[in-house]
């Protein structure tokens, strides 16, 4: 298993010695849900910001010159307004309670110029490190170009940005084969709760998967089936189990794709005594949910869904016996909502479930942008639970035995 075996110890800002008056370039997270027109931007839920401030308040009281760098969604390897940083960096000053210079470009004469502003102590935010196609490049060399241009603005690396370190990206990954690098204390926590959840785990080890991502989520499935003891499955990934059992689904979420593997992990599960549990009751609407349509949700038998209806929640039943399931777990890992959470109509499925986590007496991890969303907005006490990841996919990718090309190239002699 890639990274189990350390912690940060050698590996942590303090291996980067006196940063006082150097340029430190953080790789951080910020990549929150914003809603409101493109002019007008206003973030849903802070929680990535939030968990990304430490490690840049901690570097600016040693007298680092901090510039952050971040993405946010998906933009087209250009400049987009839709998704520009400016709202993120108005919000990071007030949560550090320190002023933020944003520049309105990654590399380019506002970089260079608000970089070379910055006093000792001072923090900086570059836009949105996706305008630039090098970030995301496949080809090495075009990757490699733009992480030279990010690598002369500092004069060494932290990376702190959990959500992205399964990316071979410029700022996650190139950065750090420029410049004396070291893991943040934000990842350095990551890493080491999910070893928790990998070495040994105490048992009842109990499994959670839900939320839209089904193709991604499916290869975690196959390394837990040697791990956990009960896999609880709702979401999206529902359906195309429900199918692979024989049952129609309506217009509900399905992978085609694959329901030979998941004919296989339920054979598995079997063999190995591995409990998997499907919902037994789906809450069913006849469309997806939109602002300008009430919802209609309805109770329906998992294994009678209607040819013109599509499961948006697991049902009450199903929802309960989730909890129960639960009850006397030891250790949980829950990544993905059980139901489209964002409409109250289809949310007790996920609310329940969450509820269930925070009376869990032992380890109680939630992984997932959507599902950390989701416990937050639902209203529950983040303290409530052991602990929430800020990224989905890289705790999956770790769950699944992969390699984190943003951790291993912090490890490599
Ligand atoms: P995470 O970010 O926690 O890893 P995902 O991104 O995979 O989770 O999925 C989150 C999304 O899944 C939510 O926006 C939720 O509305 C959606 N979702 C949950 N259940 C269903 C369902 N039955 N059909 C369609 N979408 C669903
Ligand atoms: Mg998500």
């Given at each position: 298993m890639p990274g189990t075996g350390h912690t940060a110890g050698s590996l942590g800002v303090d291996s980067l010695g006196d940063l006082a008056g150097k340029r430190v370039l953080v790789r951080s997270d910020l990549n929150v849900p914003l809603d409101g027109p493109a002019d007008d931007r206003a973030i849903t839920d802070d929680g990535r910001i939030r968990a990304s401030a430490p490690t840049i308040d901690q570097l600016a009281k040693t007298g680092a010159r901090v510039v952050v760098m971040a993405h946010l969604g998906r933009p087209d390897g250009a400049p987009d307004p839709a998704y520009s940083l400016a709202p993120v960096a108005e919000r990071l000053a007030e949560v550090l309670g320190r002023p933020v210079a944003f520049a309105?470009?990654?590399?380019?004469e506002s970089a260079t110029a608000t970089v070379a502003g910055l006093a000792d102590g001072g923090v900086a935010l570059l836009e949105n490190?996706?305008?630039?196609?090098?970030?995301?490049?496949?080809d090495d060399s075009v990757r490699g170009s733009f992480a030279d241009q990010l690598a002369q603005l500092g004069d060494a690396f932290v990376s702190d940005g959990f959500g992205a370190v399964h990316r071979k990206q410029a700022s996650v990954y190139d950065v750090a084969l420029r410049l004396p690098s070291a893991m943040g204390g934000l990842v350095a926590t990551e890493i080491e709760v999910l070893r928790r959840l990998t070495v040994?785990?105490?048992?009842p080890y109990v499994v959670v998967l839900g939320g839209s991502k089904v193709s991604d989520k499916l290869g975690v499935i196959d390394n837990l089936l040697d791990k956990a003891d009960k896999l609880l499955i709702g979401g999206g990934m529902v359906f195309t189990f429900l199918k692979a059992q024989g049952h129609e689904v309506g217009?509900?979420?399905?992978?085609?794709?694959?329901l030979d593997t998941c004919r296989s992990y339920l054979e598995r599960a079997t063999e190995k005594g591995v409990e998997i549990v499907l919902p037994t009751d789906i809450v069913v609407d006849?469309?997806?949910?939109?602002?300008?349509r009430e919802p209609e949700p309805r109770v329906v038998a998992a294994d009678a869904i209607p040819a013109d209806a599509l499961g948006l929640d697991i049902g009450p039943a199903s929802a309960d016996a989730f909890a129960a399931a639960l009850s006397d777990a030891r250790t949980v890992f829950w990544n993905g909502p059980m139901g489209v959470f964002e409409v109250g109509a289809f949310a007790d499925g996920t609310r329940v479930v969450a509820e269930a986590l925070t009376r869990i007496d032992g380890l109680s991890v939630v992984g997932g942008g959507d599902s950390a969303a989701a416990v937050r907005t639902l209203g529950?006490?983040?303290?409530?639970?052991g602990h929430i990841s800020t990224g989905g996919g890289a705790s999956l990718e770790y769950l699944e035995g992969k390699e984190l090309p943003g951790i291993s190239v912090l490890e490599r002699p």
């Open positions: 309105s470009d990654t590399v380019g490190v996706r305008f630039n196609s090098g970030e995301t490049s496949k040994e785990p105490e048992r217009q509900s979420l399905l992978e085609d794709d694959h006849t469309a997806f949910p939109s602002d300008d529950f006490d983040e303290s409530a639970f």
